[in-house]
């Protein structure tokens, strides 16, 4: 045991629901309070970008920190975009130390999405080697050397999936190489296309992996119908089907928002009845404030009590 | 081969302000070939700087010559009547090019006219690109050979990104996706389970990263 809460929710069979947490374009520690607190008692665990597309903010693993200490169980999301191997092992052993207990591996937005598209990117690993070196050191009480170390950081690791990227035939393969690697836990990229989603989930399934890993499913409520544009035209890997649009497209402008949060609340509940999801990741992007109310919605609160 | 591209006229134009004389050496080897620093541009870039500095009120002696490469000293030797005319040269070579003429003539500014992008193939005419980073340990047998390192925009070894839809990379609509050319190519050869293995983290230490690199041949040192 990590010491992870959200661990023990997951091992305990119950279902999960996590939540993202952008951290400040700055040192504002009132922001990151901020937002903690209004996630706290409704989700299991936050997740901290690592400076998401590629613009920077605020570490993840200095705002994990002051999570941490408002009781909040932290999950640090770490890109190989901007670290060598050298910094990532060195950060995890300082993240532990400051009481973060979860890790969530990637590789990273691209740089050229960013505010500063002329920096030198980093890819000295990948975010497959990278769950691979957290486990390691968790199992073997290694770093990626060999050497042993003195106290090495039980994570409870997890890493990213998106079920709507190509090649589709390669995703659930892919899947199975991140549990292999390392993952005990999978957050995926926002589940708007369910039916694609729900054929991954049958494939993974079929696959054996959902017993081996816990998948959360990713969910972002759709704020207008601009936002859904932008989620279906502007960003990578990003899926929303033709009817998702048109649904959030038909209503007032000023309605668009409860909408977004009604077809929010169907696709929890449809992923909810997939074999094999075993929690939500709420991706509320600068919509954190409405996370309590949809958690209420969905029936999903309270949350468990951990020991 | 490697790729290179002319400097724009107004950077090169700054660059030889200082000189009166100047000569233009161009390299018949791979810069002739992706049209940045062969006869032909030798000839151009030549007259086009006699003229700019003409319509400027300033009188430059432009002298022109292109060596069969730059990169090889036997070849670099016929220059040196023209380089010894001269107050400076600009080599339309690529950076070993310009280098390898500067070591040659200590006494000389060697000025770089192009900038050498990449080692890449012509795709069709027109379009180059970039197939080959150098890293120093050869890999393409494990994907098909097709090479993430210089293909993928993150260098992945272990698959595609969340980002790459409808065979594209997320980095731009005119860059195809590394891997799905290379599961592509492995599920036409019908070995599509080399897929399923984990790539180690790469041993970068014969790259770049390094430092720079040496490659000694005892069986030809004389």
Redesign the interface.
Known sequence: MSGSRLQQILSRGEFAVTAEAGPPRGANLEAVRRKGALLKDYVDAVNVTDNQTAIVRMCSMAACAHLHQMGIDPVLQMVT?DRN?IALQSDLMGAYSLGIRNVLCL????Q??GSQPDAM?V???????LA??VKTMRDEGKD?SGFSLDAAPQFFVGA???P????F??RV??L??KV??GADFIQT?CVFDVKRFKDWMRQAHEQGLTEKVHILAGITPLKSARMAKYMATKV??M?VPEQVLKRIEGVPKEKAAEEGLKMCLETIQEVRAISGVHGIHIMAVEWEEKVPELVKAAGLYPRPKVA | MIVAEQKPIAEIKDIVAPYSRLLVLGCGTCVKTCFAGGEDEVATMASALRLAFKKDGKSIKVEELTVERQCEDEFIQQAAPCVARNHAVLSLACGVGVQMVASRFTRIPVLPGVNTTFMGQLEKPGLFVERCLGCGDCILDDFAGICPMSRCSKKLLNGPCGGSQNGKCEVSPDIDCAWQTIIERFKAFGQMDRLTRYYPPRNWSRSYAGGPRKLVREDHMV
Do not use: V, W
């Not at chain 1, 890819?123 to 080697?129: E, G, K, L, R």
């Not at chain 1, 709507?164 to 090649?167: A, I, K, L, N, R």
């Open positions: 975009r191997r590789s990273g937005d691209h050229t999405f990117n890819f000295d690993i990948d975010s497959m080697n691979h070196a990626m990213a999936e998106n709507f990227g190509d090649p035939e390669y393969m892919r199975a190489k292999a690697a990229q990578p890997g899926r």
